[in-house]
């Protein structure tokens, strides 16, 4: 909450990775207004874009997920569904495994 309203974002939350399962869970989320939550499970094939970028401890930045290089035309449908127009994700890495990230995004 406190990271949300800090930079005044629509969204920020946590969301735990266990690759050896393949799922993502968002336990809790920020939101400001209307935004959709964002808290659940998801399976780490869906955003499997993303993965490489996080496992190799690098942040991701896109600014418009409808226009950006680094999201494929692919995958754009699904960003559209979840209501992320541009985000910025921040890797947690622990004994050279991916295991969660941070990740603020703005709205469609």
């Given at each position: ?20 399962s ?23 094939t ?63």
């Amino acid at each position: 909450r406190l990271l949300g309203e800090q930079l005044n974002v629509d969204r920020a939350y946590y969301v735990e990775v266990d690759e050896g399962s393949g799922y993502a869970q968002v336990h809790q989320n920020y939101l400001r207004g209307d935004s959709p939550s964002l808290v659940g499970v998801f399976q780490l094939t869906d955003y499997g874009w993303s993965v490489p970028h996080l496992q190799r401890g690098e942040t991701i930045t896109v600014s418009d997920t409808k226009t950006a290089a680094i999201v494929p035309e692919s995958d754009r449908a699904m960003m559209a569904a979840i209501q992320i127009r541009s985000h910025i994700s921040l890797p947690l890495i622990k004994s050279e495994k991916l295991v969660g990230a941070l990740c603020v995004t703005e709205l469609v």
